[in-house]
């Protein structure tokens, strides 16, 4: 079984076994590489497939801040939240990745209207990540605080559940302060025919230059498929969506007067 020595916080070294292969060769980072798995056994140290936390916020728990630490989230993993915080992005610099494809992608479930998921550190990514409503409106899907700067989101979905009246209200909250936000290649798919989502991305007062790009949003936003509210942004990019608001009396994007950027190939 191939060994890999893997460099911890404080000069440590600890030696962990991967029955298939070393991601150290794989993963472009010199920080710590952590894994989730819900199927796994309690008890795990995090540092392999085999030995996988069971929740991601035990892992994130385990990162240093802007070591480069990243954490992979297996194929499969599942989570329900009933509360604030179903898990804290609170740890600055720690990309978060989700493996497998389809509903096989990791899948975090809203089961209570005040559940959500927090990023409350600097340069967190998160990657692959699947967020569904368990229930009729979610206040708030991802909240980005204020301390959330140059947040990423790459490949991510945002789905309604499949049952009528469940939504998110808001998707992607992005609160103000939290500047330089880039959204990429993201899926919001809210309930087509009934009002019950707001916003797919909110901005939070002043957020500036925010990046949303070959995104797609589809379903009945009762505000639009993108907004800031109370106060005007400056630098916000909105290129190469692709938006269908069912509600036909909203758009697809609404902003404060003032606002500068550019909306291009929408």
Request: hydrophobic share 45%; glycine share 10%.
């Amino acid at each position: 079984m191939p060994r890999t020595n893997i460099p911890l916080a404080g000069g440590n070294t600890l030696v962990a076994e991967h029955n298939l292969y070393d991601f150290r060769q794989i993963v472009p980072t010199t920080g710590n590489i952590w894994f989730v798995d819900s199927g796994a056994a309690a008890g795990g140290n995090g540092l392999s497939p085999e030995g996988a936390k069971t929740t991601l916020d035990a892992a994130i728990n385990l990162c240093t801040a802007n070591n480069g630490d990243t954490i992979y989230v297996m194929e499969g993993h599942a989570e329900s939240f009933s509360a604030a915080d179903g898990f804290d992005a609170d740890v600055a610099g720690v990309a978060i990745i989700g493996l497998g494809r389809g509903a096989m992608r990791p899948t975090f479930t809203f089961a209570d209207t005040d559940a959500t998921v927090a990023v409350g550190a600097a340069n967190v990514r998160f990657e692959n990540l699947r967020f569904v409503a368990g229930l009729s409106a979610v206040v708030v899907g991802v909240d980005v605080e204020a301390a959330g700067v140059d947040f990423e989101m790459h490949k991510c979905e945002f789905y309604w559940g499949g049952t009528t009246t469940w939504d998110f209200l808001q998707s992607l909250n992005i609160n103000v302060g939290a500047h330089r936000a880039i959204v990429t290649d993201c899926r919001f798919i809210a309930e087509p025919a009934v009002a019950g989502a707001s916003t797919a991305i909110q901005l939070v007062g002043a957020v500036h230059n925010v990046r949303v790009e070959r995104c797609e949003f589809f379903g009945d936003y009762s505000l639009a498929c993108m907004s800031n509210i109370t106060t005007l942004c400056q630098g916000l990019m909105f290129l190469d969506n692709l938006v269908h608001n069912t509600d036909a009396g909203e758009p697809y994007l609404e902003v404060v007067t003032g606002t500068t950027g550019i909306n291009s190939n929408t």
